[in-house]
């Protein structure tokens, strides 16, 4: 996917990089065959398709029927009203139903004129989830419909996301330490597959696979997928709790499907499986079985969260 331009001197432009890389849409966390076979399924009455799409449809609803969803000032409803207009998107494209799709559209639409700060935990969070009900809703079709989303729209989202989303994002150079950073690196690199950016997108990739350090000199934060995860399948937060280690292997998985459906590499095997070993230890974990736990640092050589205090499982 990474295409290189050889011009005279051997320099790339970025101009001309943009131009040469191609985005498949929709593809950050879902393509177009992954939301025709959900409705499928659906139709076809199977489970657990069934029962999981009419959980998500009542939720869906009652966003729908919801007025403002948003406290544009507010990161924390970022992080929750993201979500909620995901649910709107993925309810349109599993029922057919078209009101899902504008409602998803509207919602998004009162998210273009965010501008706070806010901190690059809880924006990673929200961003990643707005971003791609965006794709759906752009992007996304139903039997050959799509929800109507004029162009003027479409360009005040995307300068929202590289104008204000992008900065704080960014911050994940020196406050986005393990969890804090990761969600920020999946926001980014859906980011750059919505807005057809592959300047944000690259910077994505580079730091999931070698972290902060390799792309900000100042960095002092530590959240790529090998300063995560040990060669053991230990996870920055395994000697924290449970919920905080699988959330930080969550947004990593996020990114490596982004880059499985651009075609770009598979981050699923990078690192000698380094992702896979992590998901494997929290599974075995979080089934009663002993899993190896040493003293945790980060990249830095500083000692983190320690021992997990618990009586049904053993770390050793």
């Known amino acids: 996917m990474k295409v290189f331009l050889i011009v005279l001197l051997g320099t790339v432009t970025a101009a001309a990089a943009n131009e040469a890389k191609s985005f498949i849409h929709p593809g950050i966390w879902f393509k177009q065959d992954d939301f025709d076979r959900m409705r499928s399924m659906v139709q076809a009455k199977l489970e657990p398709w069934t029962t999981t799409a009419a959980r998500l449809v009542a939720g869906a609803s009652k966003t729908r029927g919801s007025g403002a969803s948003v406290v544009q000032t507010n990161a924390y409803a970022l992080q929750d009203g993201g979500s909620n207009i995901l649910y709107l998107a993925m309810a349109w494209v599993i ?8 409602a998803a559209r509207d919602k998004i639409n009162e998210w273009s004129v965010y501008q706070s700060g806010g901190d690059c935990l809880r924006q990673g969070i929200g961003t990643s989830s707005l971003v791609n009900a965006a794709e759906i809703i752009r992007f996304g079709s139903v039997n050959g419909a799509r929800v109507s989303w004029p162009s003027d729209e479409i360009t005040n989202f995307e300068n929202m996301l590289t104008k204000y989303m992008m900065p704080t994002l960014e911050t994940l ?4 330490d393990g969890g804090w950073g990761t969600p920020a690196i999946n926001a980014m690199v859906s980011i750059g597959v919505f807005c057809d950016n592959p300047t944000i997108y690259d910077k994505a990739i580079q730091l999931f696979k070698y972290g902060s350090k390799s792309v900000y000199p100042d ?5 790529g997928v090998l300063e995560m995860i040990d060669d053991k399948g230990q996870s920055y937060d395994s000697g924290r709790d ?14 490596a ?3 499985w459906n651009q075609g770009t590499e598979d981050l699923f095997i990078y690192g000698n499986n380094r992702l896979l070993l992590g998901m494997e230890y929290g599974a075995k974990y979080n089934l009663n079985e002993t899993v190896p736990y040493t003293q945790q640092y980060n990249c830095f050589g500083q000692k983190k969260w320690g021992k997990c205090i618990t009586s049904q499982n053993t770390l050793v």
């Open 173 to 176: 150079k020196n406050n986005g």
């Open 257 to 259: 499907i982004v880059s």
């Open 219 to 223: 960095a002092t934060a530590c959240n």
């Open 95 to 102: 029922t057919g139903d078209i009101s899902y799709g504008n």
């Open 242 to 255: 449970q919920p905080h280690a699988q959330f930080l292997i969550t947004h990593l998985f996020d990114v």
